[in-house]
């Protein structure tokens, strides 16, 4: 089986302001990282727009409403100092989230061996009501619940190892025992949660990074702590928060890694996922916000992904 990869021109509508981090620039470096023939074998495939269900299995229906009067105002409206929304912003959050959801269809019944969704806005910072962090629906938890809802999945793992702390989802996930959540983050930094005593139900595996650490100290905390949890947890799919603005390069973070700690991480989540659940993975994209950056760090994940 060949991996997915979702991309759709709809993830470059939604538009921020001149200057912003978030920019359609990033899918545009991700394609173009993509494009050569070394990826030929990718089962490429567009977006679809995410039912109401799947976003009300996360978000309230209030919520979501807000969202999308706003977004239908015709007006560029900012939430917060990083979040804005404007005309197109509801429709591609919906296809940023159905493509998490077309993916994990995809690799639960067995037709594609993994996924990456390269899709924005991202969504980790998304709390159940709240859009924040450049993100407006919660792409991860929403393919999570959908493995549930829709495919029976029993237990479902979150690894994130943006460099920022993914607040949405552990609020979101805080006393759900059948949704794991393990991040790896610089700390302190945004959006100030994150701390090692955070544990919800248990489900909780928080393993901060000070500022200035690189590929040997994310290595060592990554395999020991977060994959040990994730093992020992033992889910029936593994989602990805795949955010690489923990590269030395990226103007957000101060965490040194390589691109060859991203492939390397995402060859470890490969080897629980082949002895925990058939190697089902989905990686949905969150930070990256240097384009070269992400593009060479976006290209070894994949060919990571794809070398199963």
């Known amino acids: 089986m060949a991996t997915l990869f979702v991309q759709d021109p709809v993830f470059g509508q939604h538009r921020v302001p001149a200057g912003h981090p978030e920019r359609p620039e990033r899918i545009a470096a991700i394609e173009q990282a993509l494009s050569s023939q070394d990826f030929a074998a990718l ?3 567009p977006s679809v727009e995410a039912s109401l269900a799947s976003l009300e299995a996360v978000h309230p229906e209030s919520y ?7 977004s239908e105002s015709g007006e560029t409206i900012a939430i917060d100092a990083d ?3 404007g005309p197109a912003t509801y429709s591609t959050a919906r296809h940023a989230a159905g493509g998490a959801c077309l993916a ?3 690799v639960v019944e067995n037709r594609a061996r993994s996924a990456f969704v390269a899709a924005r806005p ?3 910072h998304a709390e159940a009501d709240r859009a924040m962090g450049f993100c407006i629906f919660n792409a991860a938890v929403i393919a999570a619940r959908w493995a549930q809802r829709e495919h029976g999945a029993s237990r479902v793992a979150i690894v994130d190892w943006d460099v920022h702390h993914g607040n949405g989802t552990q609020a979101i996930v805080w006393d759900d025992p059948s949704i794991l959540y393990a991040s790896t983050h610089q700390m302190p930094h945004y959006p100030g949660t994150g701390a090692a005593s955070e544990r919800g139900a248990g489900n909780i595996i928080n393993v901060p990074l000070a500022a200035g650490m690189g590929g040997v100290e994310f290595r060592a905390r990554f395999r020991d702590q977060i994959m040990t949890a994730v093992a020992d947890f033992s889910p029936d799919l593994i989602v990805i928060s795949a955010g690489f ?4 390069r990226d103007p957000l973070g101060d965490i040194n890694l390589e691109a060859g700690d991203f492939a390397w991480a995402t060859d470890q989540v490969m080897d629980v996922a082949d002895r925990c659940c058939d190697g ?3 990686s949905v994209l969150e930070g990256g916000y240097d384009l070269d950056a992400l593009a060479d ?3 070894v994940h994949v060919a990571a992904l794809m070398s199963a």
């Open 43 to 45: 089962r490429r495939s």
């Open 64 to 70: 979501i409403d807000g969202i999308r009067r706003a």
């Open 83 to 85: 979040t804005v929304i």
């Open 104 to 106: 994990t269809s995809e």
């Open 122 to 124: 991202p969504g980790h």
């Open 245 to 248: 603005d923990a590269h030395r």
């Open 280 to 282: 089902r993975i989905v």
């Open 297 to 299: 760090s976006v290209r």
